[in-house]
Each structure stands twice: as structure tokens, then as C-alpha cells.
């Protein structure tokens, strides 16, 4: 099955700590993207890559970060510098050259 | 910084109906998208449509675009309880970044179909 996968689908953080979410796709997409979403709000960007070892800030990458060492991976980091972490987090990816993008199935983050 | 405003909030049903929704945008585009979320779950793509065309159909779905007015129309025809979801439109980013590839998403619409 082609597609793109996050995990995990629900994560729960302490107050300081760093979490890390998993984006992995198999569509062979060059381009990948990371998403906020707020309830009743659009989507926000946080960080994107359109090329392997290669990534830009979004609109709010404050207290976030990311690494893209191989083409099917995208992982995100949620910092301690993030005030305001509770949130669902989504993974898309899009060919090079198109708008398209295929997104995965999200993860809630909570912050205890 | 969001792009699309769309109209209304939310939007409330019965079968059978048709629902429209509306997004307006501020900038040149390329195209304009619309995507589906159902609660809690990613977002699906349902249609693209070209800054050169007005209008494009697929399936029960109709979308209309103005590039006078900057603003598009995504039009389900005979709704059912299984579109109950929000629905997102979204411009490409070419005349703000320069840059393919990425998106600007309005806030959404909520559709709720009653059976």
C-alpha cells in the first residue's frame, strides 16, 4: 500500500519535555510538510523540505524542528520552547512540481 | 497567515440537499484546491482547478472559480450523512513565496448532512 503514515496517533507530554513525531511515506514524493492544527482552525505551517538534507521554516517553527536524512522520513520535534504544544500535527508530502498534497492520518499531542 | 476565508462556518442539512461553500483568497493564484477532513482524521484531496478554468466537475461535486472576484465554490450535489466533514480550500503560495509546492488553507467550513 502506498501512503503516508504518522505515528504515534496520540502522545502525551510533560510540561518540559521534548516529543518527537514520525512522518514516513512510500509515495516517493520529494516534497514533505508539517502542519498545525488548532480545533475549529486551519491548517498552519511549521516547517517543510523539498529535497533530502534540505528544509525551511513555515509560518511558526518557533519551538520546532525537524531533520529530513532520508527522502521517506520527515520527523518532527516538539520543543520545550513551544509554549503552546497541544495541538493535532499533520504530515503531507506532494511531487516535486505539483500542488497536491497526500496527507497522513494526523497525531494529537497533549501537553499533562 | 491564512489566505482563504471561507463561508460559512459551518453549514447544517439534510439529505438529499446541496450543500455550497465558499472561499475567498487575496493574492494571484496558480489554483485553488479544496481538501476533506473528517473528524479527527488527515485531509483528502477532492479537486483541483486551474486559474484558467471556471469551472470542474467530479462526481457529485461542482467548483466554480473567479478569478475577478477571488473567490471559488465547491457545490455538493445530493448530499448523504457520509459528507459530514470539514471542508478546506487551498491556494498555492507561488505569488507570496516565490516557490512551488507549498499551500495556504482557509479555516474551513463545517458540513453536518442529517439523515
Known amino acids: 500500500d502506498g501512503g503516508i503514515t504518522q505515528s504515534p496517533k496520540y502522545l502525551f507530554r510533560k510540561e518540559g519535555q521534548n516529543v518527537t513525531l514520525s512522518c514516513e511515506q512510500n509515495?516517493?514524493?520529494?516534497?514533505m510538510y508539517w502542519y498545525r492544527q488548532d480545533p475549529g482552525q486551519g491548517l498552519r505551517l511549521i516547517y517543510y523540505?523539498?529535497?533530502?538534507?534540505?528544509?525551511q521554516k513555515g509560518d511558526i517553527a518557533e519551538g520546532y524542528s525537524v531533520s529530513r536524512e532520508k527522502k521517506e522520513s520527515f520527523p518532527l520535534t516538539v520543543t520545550s520552547a513551544q509554549k503552546n504544544p497541544t495541538a493535532f500535527y499533520l504530515c503531507?508530502?506532494?511531487?516535486?512540481?505539483?500542488?497536491?498534497?497526500?496527507f497522513g492520518p494526523g497525531t494529537r499531542l497533549t501537553v499533562l | 497567515s491564512q489566505q482563504g476565508e471561507e463561508d460559512p462556518q459551518a453549514l447544517s442539512i439534510q439529505e438529499g440537499e446541496n450543500a455550497t461553500m465558499n472561499c475567498s483568497y487575496k493574492t494571484s493564484i496558480n489554483n485553488l484546491q479544496w481538501y476533506r477532513q473528517n473528524s479527527g482524521r488527515g485531509l483528502v484531496h477532492l479537486i483541483l482547478?486551474?486559474?484558467?478554468?471556471r469551472e470542474k466537475h467530479s462526481g457529485r461535486l461542482r467548483v466554480t472559480l473567479d478569478t475577478s472576484k477571488k473567490s471559488s465554490s465547491l457545490l455538493i450535489t445530493a448530499s448523504r450523512a457520509a459528507d459530514t466533514a470539514s471542508y478546506f480550500c487551498?491556494?498555492?503560495?507561488?505569488?507570496?513565496?516565490?516557490?512551488?509546492?507549498?499551500?495556504?488553507f482557509g479555516q474551513g467550513t463545517e458540513l453536518s448532512v442529517k439523515p
Open positions: 509515495l516517493n514524493h520529494d516534497a
Open positions: 482547478i486551474r486559474s484558467n478554468e
Open positions: 503531507a508530502s506532494s511531487m516535486q512540481g505539483t500542488d497536491t498534497q497526500y
Open positions: 523540505s523539498q529535497i533530502v538534507n534540505d528544509f
Open positions: 487551498a491556494t498555492d503560495a507561488w505569488w507570496i513565496y516565490n516557490q512551488g509546492g507549498k499551500l495556504i
